[in-house]
């Protein structure tokens, strides 16, 4: 599942980090070896009984006796409230018999049989369904107790039919437990070891609305009416409220669907399309084969009028006689904005079969953009579900940006296919092993490897070292977690769904580059050949992929990995010269300077792969050192001066005591830039001067070529200082006037040749400059640079007048600065427009734009204006809420009233974006650096609910207690250094 957006700068976060923002911005069995034997035999057991049983068999048994739900059990789950989908089923009045949130291991399933129907699809009334599941269990170890999950969903009849005895009467009866989201169901006597049967469940339902589960989707067609689709979004624990089932990854299954629908839908599934039967009446039945195995959270079902492009069939690059059918699904009048993808799509999926050796499984893939997505995408196998705004890409309107984020997403999704849909987690405690993975892979082999086939420049590897920092900062913290947390910790679906973080994505990607690093690409190759061969189709744990890299490598690799997956945080290194002579020692990095550590905290080591650059009196040179999990080692001798960490290829922060010394003409610019990284990232927690900090940022800035990475690096320290500062007004005028000196609005070139000339980082570091520019004073900026004011009024020319197209005169990748700036001279005058412009938008990424104009308001009254339209779905869709809240609260004029508006409208928020609340909270608090906020938000969260979501509170509280230790304690130094 892919939860970023569209790639820049965001101004909102208290450092100035990288982040994608402008739309939607993520799971462990432990067995000692003696159960995994005895398991071992058992699966072995029931594999010699099961193919005894006649394959037809369930077709012919008859008899089937309906058995009524218990007497005491009165209380049925009611199906969604219509006024609200959050709204929960009555609750049992009995303790339930199993009390755990995990499901008991007594039982696995191999097969589902889901029949549905839905006789309705509008886009006014809440829309009913009903169904029944039948589901192949077989029994591992002798109960009288099956459990498995149903949440929000009316259960009308339970039958058992036992293979070996169709006629016996075994159920005593069965309850649900909302609190569990749990259907227990009793039997008369135990089954025993090795037996088979079918569980079929009658049950019916209600779309939801909170983009969950089965939900409605609803979308204005080109004739400008209303249309409603229904569509799954099942990762990672919403299956249970679309029908019943086994809700965990590890219970993997074939699936199987019927489904009756209205005739003027068509449905789509993870496998190959059967055939259609017209039942008269308006009515069509779809049957689709089985899928491969797989978990319930892969299972997707979208029924809708949606179009689709031309198929493009493509061969197997591994296997000759197969063919990959690949479709994009979208509404009518945005089918050309998928071609983009389609054409990535194809492309990709040669990469990561040539790459991994194991071909793309499935016959067909289908995309489809989805109208109302929480989500960037969704890597159901063989139907991979889209926000719109992450796979439509029009060449005309659409910056490169959006290009390689489109890009970004379908391989993200596309290597999902391998991980985490052949090869997935045991278990939620690890989900950093789907989305990790996914996002180094579709990073590094998929996007790069595409992007270099294509002849496009894009940044990839210095855009994602870029998304590293954030990380970095978030791991930074005391409530980070460990990439692998225990599976005791990790069980309700709240804190499941916590688990989806920046650790578990960018943390998990960039500790697999360094291991790719220390390796070489080569060994990892190999060890991921190995790991998906060994668990094709299963469950695997971080301890099989560590197996995989020991094998191919030939070293420890388990021993070195586990301290960077089971160990929460990030080292800090700090390297030492001395007469020549270099130390290099270790010590936990903590951000909060004011923050207690436990000593548990202060005794965490890493075993730390190092690359280094140094230089003597003869050489300049990069090596390496394997730096254990010791405090302090000696590692050379000789030197003038070095800079630990050498290409960035570490997940670790450097404290180079001689960084004064080093010569940053003679380094690259990811290492100027990752030079940069450290010293943010220490004065802010205390370890570096002011004076060091400011003296390192002006040399970097002095050099006579600085890089792309060594320039944003620049960008992300002045915007941590704007944002720091900019509560004082005295203050921030000095402090902004230097930065605005420093990107030299003047000598920018802004006409569309000299733009259309540029390589893509030149133009991207341009654009990022006029961000910052027009953020800190607007009027200056179009006094300053005459063309890019009359670039403005062309940009209101063309949403005046609808016959003149800026096409041709402003560069796409420049236009939304452009259109801010406009806004921003006649914001009273223009709002109207641009919201009706917005209100039309057809195409997402100028969509996009907008919003993000829109926000940019120095008006505060346009602000709560914009705020109000987000508790109104007719106004703004529900998946556009909290990026239109993170914007506003991004912009300094609109940090308070963001603020006060998710104070204000907490409950509603929190019901409808639950999953989304730790983004919220962070987007509201994270420029925050005085004790009165962190009062307001210590006494409003101690009031409020929270949920699972209890660390998104704790790390906006350590980030703020920064924030405020750094006004105390290094601003003023800051403002003289800068000011000298």
Known sequence: ??????????????????????????????????????????????????????????????????????????????????????????????????????????????????????????????????????????????????????????????????????????????????????????????????????????????????????????????????????????????????????????????????????????????????????????????????????????????????????????????????????????????????EFAKNVTAEVIKVFEQFFQVAYPLPKLDIVAIPDFENGAMENWGLITFRESALLYDPTLSSTNQQQWVTEVVAHELAHQWFGNYVTMKWWNEVWLNEGFATFVGEMIGTKTFAENQGYDWPVEENFLLSVTSAARVDSLHSSHALSRSAGSVESPSVIDSMFDSISYTKGAAILRMLDSFVTRNVTQTALQDYLNSHSYGNAEASDLWASFDKASGLSISEMMDSWTKTPGLPLISAVVEEGHVTVSQRPFFLCQTCNSSSEEEERTWDVPLQYFYKNKEVNKTDRFYLNATKESNIMQDVDWIKLNADWTGFYLVNNTDIDLVDLELMSDVDVANMLHNSLQLIREGSLSSQSFISTLKRAMATEQPGYLTTYMV?????????????????????????????????????????????????????????????????????????????????????????????????????????????????????????????????????????????????????????????????????????IISLITGQRRGRAVGWDFMRTNWDFLYDRHKTQISRLVSASTSTFSSHQRLQEMDEFFEKNKVGGDERAVSQAREIVLSNIFFMENRSGDILNSILK
């Open 1 to 338: 599942m892919s939860e970023l957006e569209e790639v820049s700068f965001w101004p909102g976060s208290a450092d100035g980090s990288y982040s994608r923002v402008g739309g939607a911005m993520h799971k462990e069995v432990s067995c000692r070896k003696r159960t995994v034997v005895v398991i071992a035999v058992v699966v072995c057991i029931l594999f010699i009984i099961g193919i005894s049983i006649p394959a037809g068999m369930l077709q012919h048994l008859k008899n089937k006796e309906e058995v009524k739900e218990l007497p005491v059990s009165t209380d049925k789950p009611a199906t969604t409230s219509p006024k609200s989908s959050t709204a929960q089923p009555s609750p049992s009045p009995h303790s339930p018999k199993w009390s755990s949130q995990r499901l008991p291991r007594t039982i696995y399933v191999s097969e589902y049989n889901i029949k549905l129907t839905m006789k309705d699809l509008n886009h006014k009334n809440h829309i009913p369904y009903n169904g029944t599941v039948d589901i192949l269990v077989h029994v591992a170890n002798s109960t009288d107790l099956i459990v498995l999950h149903a949440f929000n969903i009316n259960i009308s009849k339970v039958e058992i039919l036992l293979h070996s005895s169709p006629t016996d009467s075994i159920l005593s009866g069965y309850e649900t437990y909302d609190e569990l989201q749990q259907l227990q169901i009793s039997l008369k006597k135990p089954l025993d070891m090795g037996s088979n049967f079918t569980l079929q469940i009658s049950f019916d339902a209600t779309l939801r609305e909170d983009l969950h589960g089965f939900y409605r989707s609803v979308y204005t067609s080109p004739l400008d009416d209303e249309k409603a689709m229904a569509v799954t979004q099942f990762e990672a624990t919403h299956a249970r409220k679309a029908f019943p089932c086994f809700d965990e990854p590890d219970f993997k299954a074939r699936f199987k669907l019927t489904i009756t629908r209205p005739s003027h839908c068509h449905t789509l599934f993870n496998s190959p399309h059967n055939k259609t039967v017209d039942e008269g009446s308006g009515l069509e039945t779809d049957t689709f084969e089985y899928s491969p195995e797989m978990s319930s959270y892969l299972v997707a079902i979208v029924v809708s009028e949606l179009k689709h492009t031309q198929p493009l069939l493509i061969q197997s690059t591994l296997n000759a006689s197969q063919s990959i059918k690949i479709t994009l699904y979208g509404r009518e009048n945005q089918l050309s904005q998928l």
């Open 715 to 883: 960008l992300q320290s002045w915007w941590f200082i704007l944002n720091i500062f900019d509560q004082n007004y005295d203050s921030y005028n000095e402090v902004s006037g230097a930065a605005y000196v420093w990107l030299n609005v003047s000598n920018m070139d802004v006409s569309y040749g000299a733009l259309s000339n540029m390589a893509v980082t030149d133009r991207e570091l341009l654009v990022s400059k006029l961000k910052m520019a027009l953020s800190i004073d607007h009027d200056r900026v179009v006094e300053d640079n005459p063309e890019f004011h009359n670039l403005t009024v062309l940009w209101r020319r063309s949403i005046e007048e609808t016959n003149f197209s800026y096409e041709g005169i402003i560069h796409r990748d420049i236009a939304r600065e452009v259109g801010k700036c406009s806004f921003l001279t006649d914001e009273g005058g223009m709002w109207s427009l641009l919201w009706k412009e917005y209100s039309d938008a057809t195409v997402p990424s100028w969509e996009t734009d907008l919003e993000v104009i829109l926000t940019s308001a120095k008006d505060i009254t346009l602000l709560l204006r914009m705020l109000d339209n987000c508790l109104n779905e007719e106004k703004i869709k529900q998946d556009k809420t909290i990026s």
